[in-house]
């Protein structure tokens, strides 16, 4: 199981364990060993995003942000490459070995960016969140989002019977970056079956999923909760 | 070897990648899809991009998709020539990748969504704007833009006093908002903002870019 390095200053996190997002960079400072103290931005009840304090760090108002010493930065994507990049000599690979696999890993990060997010977010917030933000899920909404995810997927299966992860043979910034979503719509919204009736998808999902790191973060996240282990 | 590019010169993100070159002083060779024909959707493209989607960029042995991917990777590969669109440093390089994700999440989603009602689709269809839609996103692009104009009070350009891909990326589809959407006040109105714009858009790299495209 993957564990700080000591002699890698802490960096402090914004945000809360449980959103996609601040997961996304949890994930990654796992990977890469680097120690971190989590600075709870209630975005639920007392709203702390909204607050000008937080403001002054992230003018969108947005969790996560990233200290680092005296830099600071935001949105999760530009900081798991800022990680991935600063850390390259210890923990996991996550931006491949060559400028190749550099350029493969940047690809796909971008494809879970533009492709994948905007079909799986909507299903996430219309058939979990929403009512935790006081509002109404559209099943519609939700359905309409799921086809769209279906249509990625059918490229994801079509990749990954070339190759063990979307980047190439090793796990990357961009595997990781689906995880906190689709956990949420297997787990909460019981949707595995679109992952199981795809192969290849349902092997790499079972593959990163079951990854220490991963689960360590989920048992830290939602204490108590049970997950179903992929393929169950 | 040449580098060529997959794409479309209406595209907005074909139109970025271009631009990329420009700045870094690469030649390439534009093979042109016909997006009416349907030529992003067939076989032989699919193979090269299975989402259907240009641009599709070649160099070498290496074939890549995703603007935001291909423009990272010029910036890496050219880093010793043309200009230092990743800036000098590992800050500078973590702040170009948070505003290039700041305008991939925030601002590119608005502006496409309200360059598409305003002007894109009665080009295709003969429709004018769905209101509501556009209702929908002129507050969203407002408020990003009062953040723009607070941010480049602090600096010349979006990641620090230096021109880099976060800049660039904004390129496209702030062109085709600013010159068909008839909005461009939501721009033009806010100095800071005003003048970066004036700033980049009169960018060699830019102006190239236009007339390579235009027809």
């Avoid at chain 2, 259907?52 to 050219?78: M, N």
């Avoid at chain 2, 429709?127 to 002129?138: F, L, T």
């Amino acid at each position: 199981m993957a564990t700080a390095s000591s002699h890698v200053p802490k960096v402090k996190l914004y945000g809360v364990p449980y959103s996609v997002c601040t997961s996304r960079v949890i994930m990654c400072l796992l990977e890469k060993q680097v120690g971190y103290d989590l600075q709870v931005v209630d975005i639920v009840k007392t709203q702390d995003h909204k607050k000008p304090e937080f403001l002054k760090l992230q003018p969108f108002g947005i969790i996560p942000v990233l200290q680092d010493k005296d830099f600071s930065v935001f949105e999760s994507r530009a900081i798991i490459r800022y990680i991935a990049r600063k850390h390259e000599g210890h923990g996991t690979p996550l931006y491949g070995t060559s400028e190749k696999d550099k350029a493969m890993v940047d690809q796909w990060l971008e494809v879970e960016a533009q492709n994948y997010n905007p079909a799986i977010a909507p299903a996430v917030w219309h058939l979990i969140h929403a009512p935790l933000f006081g509002q109404q899920g559209d099943p519609t909404v939700a359905k309409a989002s799921i086809e769209k995810l279906e249509k990625v997927l059918d490229v994801y299966e079509g990749v990954l019977s070339q190759s063990k992860y979307l980047a190439g043979d090793f796990f990357s910034l961009a595997d990781l970056s689906h995880l906190p979503f689709t956990q949420y719509l297997i787990n909460d919204a019981k949707r595995g079956d679109i992952f199981d009736k795809r192969p290849h998808v349902k092997e790499w999902w079972k593959s990163i999923s079951t990854r220490p790191t991963w689960i360590k973060h989920l048992s830290v996240a939602f204490p108590g909760k049970n997950f179903d282990s992929p393929g169950s | 070897m040449a580098v060529k590019i997959y794409g479309n010169p209406v595209s907005p993100p074909t139109r970025n990648v271009i631009a990329s070159l420009y700045e870094k002083g690469v030649e390439f060779e534009l093979v042109v899809l016909d997006l009416l024909a349907g030529a992003h959707k067939k076989p032989e493209h699919l193979k090269l991009q299975p989402f259907g989607k240009i641009p599709v960029y070649q160099d070498g042995d290496i074939t890549l998709f995703e603007s935001r991917a291909i423009t990272r990777y010029i910036a890496t590969k050219y880093e010793g020539q043309g200009t230092p669109l990743y800036g000098k440093t590992p800050t500078e390089k973590a702040l170009v990748e948070q505003w290039v994700e700041v305008e991939s999440q925030n601002y590119s989603p608005v502006t496409s969504a309200l360059n598409f009602q305003l002007f894109i689709k009665k080009l295709f269809t003969g429709e004018g704007p769905d209101e509501a839609a556009v209702a929908v996103e002129v507050p969203k692009l407002n408020a990003v833009l009062d953040i723009y104009e607070a941010r480049l009070t602090e600096s010349k350009y979006l990641a620090g006093d230096f021109f880099s891909l976060a800049d660039l990326s904004h390129f496209a589809n702030t062109e085709y908002f600013v010159k068909h959407s008839g909005k461009a006040d939501l721009i033009t109105s806010r100095p800071h903002v005003a003048a970066w714009w004036q700033d980049i858009s009169s960018r060699p790299s830019w102006q190239k870019t236009i007339a390579y495209c235009s027809f």
